[in-house]
């Protein structure tokens, strides 16, 4: 399955943004979805994921409450509705496809290519 991501921008802290993961090629309803996320000088981290029907969502506890992940089986999409933007939140945010729920990036065999999300203080 190819992965692309889009969404990302540049918006004041305290903003939203939402951004989109749109699927080709393989089944996409078969996959849980994961979004994770890097920032400059630092590790890839998980932000959310989501279980094939859309039925069950994980989040980490730095975006909980701010943050919803949803996916669109019909339209071969996931989304990441993220509202309450901090400056911490900037990064490049991923999405992954088929490992499960895990909070893990090494359980996940596709990769989307990335989109930049800017919240300056």
């Known amino acids: 399955v190819q992965l692309q991501a889009s969404g990302g921008g540049l918006v004041q802290a305290g903003g939203s943004l939402r951004l989109s993961c749109a699927a080709f090629?393989?089944?996409?309803?078969?996959?849980?979805m994961g979004w994770f996320r890097q920032a400059p000088g630092k590790e890839r981290e998980f932000v959310a994921s989501?279980?094939?029907?859309?039925?069950?969502?994980y989040y980490a506890d730095s975006v909980k409450g701010r943050f919803t992940i949803f996916r669109d089986n019909a339209k071969n999409t996931v989304y990441l509705q993220m509202n309450s933007l901090k400056p911490e939140d900037t990064a490049v945010y991923y999405c992954?496809?088929?490992?499960?729920?895990?909070?893990?990036?090494?359980?996940?065999?596709?990769w989307g290519q990335g989109t930049l999300v800017t919240a300056p203080a």
């Open positions: 090629g393989r089944t996409f309803s078969r996959y849980a």
């Open positions: 989501i279980n094939w029907s859309g039925t069950s969502s």
């Open positions: 992954a496809a088929d490992g499960g729920t895990s909070r893990w990036p090494g359980s996940y065999d596709y």
